[in-house]
């Protein structure tokens, strides 16, 4: 417990998860009780804390490189290890459930861009996991685009009804509800 408390000291006085990390991997020589003390800081829960830190330990924990301490902080931040998950609504919880249509729409997704917005459902950053979407486009030969475009108009449709909706989500909405529409009739000239 005291060394989570030594954590949550490091981040209020503005240190990132990454440098609290590392300042705390070098104090203790014992890299994944760092972790685990960083991330109780956090207010990670311990079995959430349990399963990040089990993907990982063989990798970056199990026997780290002598003065790597930074270097692994910044890993396992940009892995995700450190991100505090965020309770969804509701709605938040159906808009998601429709991003995860619209990925399974696409007929293949990068492993960088479904990681980073596995991270962003984690943290409720739903606006920015649906700007993501919207910048790419589904497989030519194995995605649906009628599927995939209409999913994200009724994502952003409910990300609109949301208290102070981010306003690049309504600019979004409306190039996606025009792709839908243009998918729809490529579809229906496809099948008449």
């Not at 685990?36 to 063989?58: F, K, S």
Request: with cysteine; proline share 8%; glycine share 6%.
């Amino acid at each position: 417990m005291r060394l989570a408390l030594t954590a949550r000291h490091l981040l209020d006085t503005g240190r990132t998860p990454a440098q609290a990390y590392a300042a705390l991997a070098r104090r203790t020589g014992q890299p994944l009780r760092a972790a685990r003390a960083l991330c109780t800081a956090l207010g990670i829960p311990a079995a959430e804390t349990a399963r990040r830190l089990d993907d990982i330990y063989d990798v970056l924990l199990a026997n780290p490189r002598p003065n790597s301490e930074a270097d692994t902080g910044e890993l396992l931040e940009a892995l995700g290890v450190f991100d505090v998950p965020k309770p969804l609504t509701p709605t938040e919880l159906a808009v998601v459930d429709l991003f995860l249509v619209a990925v399974d729409a696409m007929g293949g997704i990068r492993p960088g861009h479904r990681h980073g917005l596995d991270r962003w459902f984690t943290t409720g950053n739903l606006a920015t996991a649906y700007l993501s979407l919207i910048a790419a486009r589904p497989m030519p030969r194995t995605g649906d685009p009628t599927r995939y475009w209409t999913a994200l108009v009724t994502a952003g449709e409910l990300l609109t009804t949301t208290p102070n909706p981010d306003t690049r989500i309504k600019f979004a909405l409306l190039r996606c509800r025009d792709h839908a529409r243009k998918a729809t009739q490529a579809a229906q000239a496809a099948h008449p």
